[in-house]
Structures are given as C-alpha cells and as structure tokens.
C-alpha cells in the first residue's frame, strides 16, 4: 500500500474529522491527490482533489463549503477537513493518486476513479447521533 489513509471515525451530525493521507514512497506534491468515498451500495464518489503541478483544487458540490482540502509538504501529506458533518457524507473514504491527471490540461476527469493508479486503504466516516 503506497498510500495510508487514516482519521476516520465516529461523529455526531454537525461535527467534524480530518482526514489525513500520507505516503512514504510518493511525493505528493508530484501528484495529483484525490479523495472519494463509497457508501455501501453506490457507486464510487469524487470529493475533492488536489494537484501538485498546478494547484488545482476542486470539491463535489455536495461538500463545497464544508470540506476543505490542504496540504502539508513538510509531511508529505494531504488532509481533507470535514466540517459540518451530515449522515449522507457517512462513507468510507479513500484517497488516491494520478499520474496521468498529474499532467493533464484537461480537468473534466478529475473526478473519474479509473484515472487513478494508486490508492489507499480507506478510511471509516460514521456520522450518527
């Protein structure tokens, strides 16, 4: 596993988690770093992304204003912070990276997971009260 994923946990609605990913044998900065989520019986979800080349970031509507993705070079980790919490965000959440995203101009993939090479182990998001 090149990417380790962790942070999920247990929240009541309202509340907030940070998800961390991190890799010690991938420079994220030279990537393009992704976060989905699959809740059981869907489909695998875009959250947000973050490339290294370019800066761009980009969030699923379902989470804009209440998600935030950052990065920590010095860490060589991506964080995705969850506020605001509601039952449907209730997921497990993975983080991926693309090489080829990486470098492409065109963004109207970003989101689309088979464009993603590597990808962590996943992360449990239960929000319920």
């Known amino acids: 596993v090149q990417l380790q994923a962790s942070g999920g946990g247990l929240v009541e609605p309202g509340g907030s988690l940070r998800l961390s990913c991190t890799s010690a044998e991938i ?13 059981p019986g869907k489909k695998r979800e875009g959250v947000s992304y973050i490339n290294g080349r370019d800066g761009r970031i980009n969030y699923t509507d379902s989470v804009k204003g209440r998600f935030t993705i950052s990065e920590d070079k010095s860490k060589n980790t ?14 497990v959440y993975y ?30 998001v239960t929000v319920s009260s």
């Open 95 to 124: 983080c991926a990276s693309s090489t080829i995203l990486y470098y492409s101009p065109v963004h109207t993939q970003d989101f689309t997971p088979d464009l993603y090479d590597r990808w962590g182990q996943g992360t449990q």
């Open 27 to 39: 420079n994220l900065e030279e990537t393009h770093l992704g976060w989905f989520r699959q809740a």
């Open 78 to 91: 991506v964080y995705l912070q969850m506020n605001n919490l509601k039952p449907e965000d209730e997921a």
